[in-house]
Structure formats: C-alpha cells, structure tokens
C-alpha cells in the first residue's frame, strides 16, 4: 500500500553574510511548502560559509545554542507556519569552548524534536574540522516526525558504514546527509557511497551538498544534491553542479517494506561476530 511523502533538499552558493544566507533559506522553505513538501533539508553549516577551509577563530562567532539560540527559534516559527519539517544544520555552541556539528530537527508544528552531533571529524587539506568541532556525542538518533521517521548523519560521517547501520536499526526511513564538499576531493564517492547506504540500510537518502567555490579557498562545491531510493535509484533527476536548487521529489515509503521482504538484510545480520569491529 502506497505511502508518500514529499520531500525536499536545498542546495545553495554563500550569499556573503548570514543574515542575507538565512532570508534565502527562509524563502526555501515557502517554496518548497508551496510545492507541497512536508519535510526539508539544508545544506551542512547552512547558514555560513564552509569557513573549515581555514582556522580562524574568528569564525567561533557562527556558533549558536541549540535549541535556545536565535536561528532554531526563528525557524521554528517558520516551521510552524508553513506546516514543514526542518532539518537545519548549523554550528552548535554548547558552552563556550564546546563546539559542535549539529543538525537540529524542528517538526512541522514548530516543536522542536532533538539534534543529531556529526560523530567523524576530519582534519585534512581544506577540511580543518577539528579546529572548530568536537566529535559527536549523541548517538544516531532517529525522529518521529509528521513527515515520517528520519535521520541524519553529515558529510565526512557518510564515509563510516557504522552510522548508517544505527540509523536502519532504529528505523529511519529516510537518512539526510547534508554535506560541503570538493569537486577535486570526493567527486567520484558521492553517486556511490550514499546509493550503496540505501541500499545496506534499506532506507531512502537525500544528499545534500553546496555550489560554487567560496572566498575562503579552492573548494568547488559541486552540488549535484538528491534523493535515492533503496535499490539505488535517483529519484528524479540529480541537481545542477552548478547552480542554486530546491530539489522536490516524493518518496513512497512502502517500497521500504517491499525491499526488506526481498532482503532481509537485517534478519541475516550477524552482530555477535562484529565485537572484533569496535576494538581500538
């Protein structure tokens, strides 16, 4: 029995402040409302530019508190106005000093339901994440959402299949991995490895990456956001890797079903073999 829901991702160039980076959003989301959409991800660090591709410390002050700081609640309001689920990820203050990568999740009656910590931190030319965040401490949670039951894990994480398989275990039925990167780095893992999660975890992806190259280095952010379904199938085209989009697909969340019933991926799991995996 068919189970739809309409979906949306944003990808998008940094405007060059974030007020201005906040009003684009803001206008996403009504247009992705406008399409129907009943859930919405944006971009890794939405609101900033990808500012890890130095270590300034000036860039400290893009961080906010989750969810008592400015940005989550103005776009709860805006959540509860349009009627939409939000997944915004943005840079988490906890107490000064204590910075993470965090998506909040807002549903769609302005509630807002937790936030997930981006767990793998990378420090590598471009990357200098470590600089800016500590590593992750919440779990994989998954959330209970009017749109359905959703996850996230975000950029550097999707390289990690451990994460994924958290996220299935816990019953996502769709995984966001909103992202920030290179055309020169991973352009050749990002039509690969989030198909092949969809199709491990038996879950639908959206992946969500910027465009353009910003003033704070050499990345060329190559977009080319989308959703895949779980036997690895892009629903609808895949976005411009070039241009500022607003990708609105439905999914129908009853080929879930279809997919374990044929698999049983997780009924042939063996996890009393996998203690070998956590050892350090």
Known sequence: MSRVIRAALFQ??????????????????????????????????????????????????????????????????????????????????EQPGVLYNTAAVIDADGSYLGKYRKTHIPQVQGFWEKFYFRPGNSGWPVFDTAAGRI?????????????????????????????ATSRGLSRYLWQLEQPAAAVANEYFVGAINRVGVEDLGDNDFYGTTYFVDPEARFVGEVASDKETELVVRDLDLAKLREVRDRWQFYRDRAPGAYDPLTAP
């Open 12 to 93: 998008t160039a940094w405007t060059g402040d974030k007020e201005s980076m906040i009003q684009v959003h803001e206008q996403a989301a009504r247009d992705a409302a406008a399409q129907g959409a009943q859930v919405l991800c944006f971009q890794e660090l939405f609101y900033g530019p990808y500012f890890c591709q130095v270590q300034d410390k000036a860039f400290y002050e893009y961080a906010e508190r989750i969810p008592q700081g400015p940005t989550v609640r103005r776009f709860q309001a805006l959540a509860r106005e349009l009627g939409i689920v939000l997944v915004l990820p943005m840079y988490e203050e």
């Open 151 to 179: 996850g996230v894990y975000i950029c550097y994480d999707r390289h990690f299949p451990e994460g994924w398989r958290a996220l299935g275990l816990a019953g996502a039925e769709i995984v966001f991995n909103p992202s």
